[in-house]
């Protein structure tokens, strides 16, 4: 390796090389927070937390499927409870319909779930992706407020503002939480890895080249309307699915609650506090900012000042970390790696700068 | 008849929605903010006017002398200390920073006004005017009419003074208008604070016509979204015709069909408008991203 293939060192704009720490790092800090996420109910059996970790886990795949389409290919979408929503009334509607007894045998509507919000996501898709920016941003509300109102309507099938009623398991106590817990934890694994494996495929690298430029990854050859369908249709698999886990876990599936605007915010912010586009994003926002969330939420048991100690948690947020938490420490120690090695480099050899391992890195941690 | 009672109902109705969509469409146009607070701040004028009302017995028409300039400094407030400090992927941090902004405001109502559902009523709310066999709402000609005159000064400020000059010149092309010396931030801050007013504006005779509560607001704020969606994103003329055709549409249906099927249709209509024109009815032509 020479000198002018370490382009980080000398590169006219060095932050636009990303970083990613050495695999061992990575891979060892997967698995260190799978323990602890797997552990975590067993040493906190306590209903009140584990009812967190299950909210958490339901904000955790639909932040990780979300990030699939809006995070890689750039097309922001504040609509995506529509899905949380058609996960939520398939599993309640399946569930009555066919008079299923509450208990395990629920989650096993939860691909159930995905196929129909990921069916129903590529007619709207459709629609909605023959405009771009704000345009597209304030369809999707409209869309997801459409199918809100179409959930009060249809009375005949939804009940309408009644709402439907979900059978409860007869787990009791603490073990009550575990089972949607750990159901949740394996979605949100399955929607990591998907996530993962989009991240790094061919396909993947397309959906990042619409978002750099659109019509130059058409130029390219790309098939851009296919490719964001499949992206947006995957991210409403599971969107769906986390639909699908909240309606048997909170027992009840009302229109407001289940096509909720305060949802698609929610899960918008936790991405944007990670970072959106990475992997690591929507993960961490969902860790840190959910049971913060919650917490406030049990803490103020009225409404309002719940309301107002949240609005300010996403004001301070927005305003102290735009960035994303992700791309922000990442950045740092990329630029402290620089430094270092430019140091480095003025004793000894170029070849032996520390940056031959990202050099040909394509992605971003 | 019936119909014709609905269309009448649906015009003067979609008089004040065009105050409030205008107000959203405005602040679009000119700094590209989707302003998703708008909906609480209509909620917020209509408690003023009520509270001015109730506790005060200062009619909600007079009161707008007190609310309009109240609602715009909060307008010019919101863009100084949360709009402006935005640096980077504006759109979708200015929606969220209005989102949060338009939470803290809703628990504020809520915390102050409690949940309970509250209605300005004046002595004319209930009465009305009665042509042959129709029936005009005395509330709905005087809204009606409020909203020509606010409209109409709208109109005036942008088209005939030199303030809206710079106003449509930012909304062109800010990057030109900066060139040429026009103070972007002074005319954002200035325009939202025209949004606010005509939300309160709006607000006022929500308030007088519905019972409401803080979280009316997410009724309010899709339906608004909707109408400036179908009349083209930061047009204002597309703005009052969607508000019209929305109404219209809205109120016939209720009477040929049922009521609950009435907003619904609208959406209905919306869709089939935008598989044809995907930027609305008066909508630029979608810019390519920059």
Known sequence: MTATEIAPVGAASPQHVPYRPPRAVRYGATAGLLVLLIAFPLVLPNPTVTSIGVFTMIYLIAAIGWNIFSGYSGYISIGHAAYYGIGQYTVALITIHAHLPGGWGLFGLLPVAGVVSALASIPIGFLLLRVRRHTF????????????????????????????????????????????????????????????????????????????????????????TRSKLIAYAASAFFVGIAGGLYAPFVGSVYPQFAFDPTFDLAVAVLVFVGGIGTLSGPVLGALVLIPLQQYFYLQFGNANLYLIAYGVLFILILRLLPGGIVPGVTSAWRARLVARARARQEDTRPEDTGLKDDAGQKGRA | MLILQAIIDGILIGGFYALMAAGLTLVFGVMEIVNFAQGILVVLGAYLSYALYSHLHIDPFLGLLITLPAMFLVGVVIYWTMIKPIRRDRVIMSLLTMFAVGTVIEGILDLIFT?????????????????????????????????????????WLLYRTKFG????????????????????????????????????????????TNSFDAASSYDLISRLLAIVIFGGFGSLSGALVASIVMLVIEDVVAVVWSPTWGQTTFYLVLILVLLVRPQGLFGRTAVRAQ
């Open chain 1, 137 to 224: 941003i304030v369809l999707t509300i409209a869309i997801m407020f459409i199918l809100q109102l179409l959930a009060f309507n249809l009375t005949r099938f939804t009940n309408g503002s009644g709402g439907l009623t979900m059978p409860f398991p007869t787990w009791t106590g603490n073990f009550f939480n575990m089972p949607f817990y750990y159901v949740g934890l394996l979605a949100a694994v399955v929607a990591g890895a998907a996530a993962w494996w989009i991240r790094r495929s061919k396909y993947g690298l397309g959906l990042f080249a619409i978002r750099d430029d659109e019509e130059r990854a058409r130029g390219l050859g790309i098939k851009v």
């Open chain 2, 165 to 208: 000059r710079n106003l449509r010149a930012a909304m062109q092309n800010p990057t030109a208008a900066r060139m040429v010396g026009i103070d972007i931030d002074r005319i954002s801050a200035f325009t939202l604070g025209i949004g606010v007013s005509l939300a309160a504006a709006g607000g006022m005779v929500f308030g007088s």
């Open chain 2, 115 to 155: 949940s309970n559902l509250v209605q300005t009523t004046t002595s004319y709310v209930n009465s009305s005017v009665q042509i042959g066999s129709l029936i005009f709402p005395e509330i709905y000609l005087y809204s009606f009419a409020m909203a020509v005159v606010l409209l109409s000064a709208l109109y």
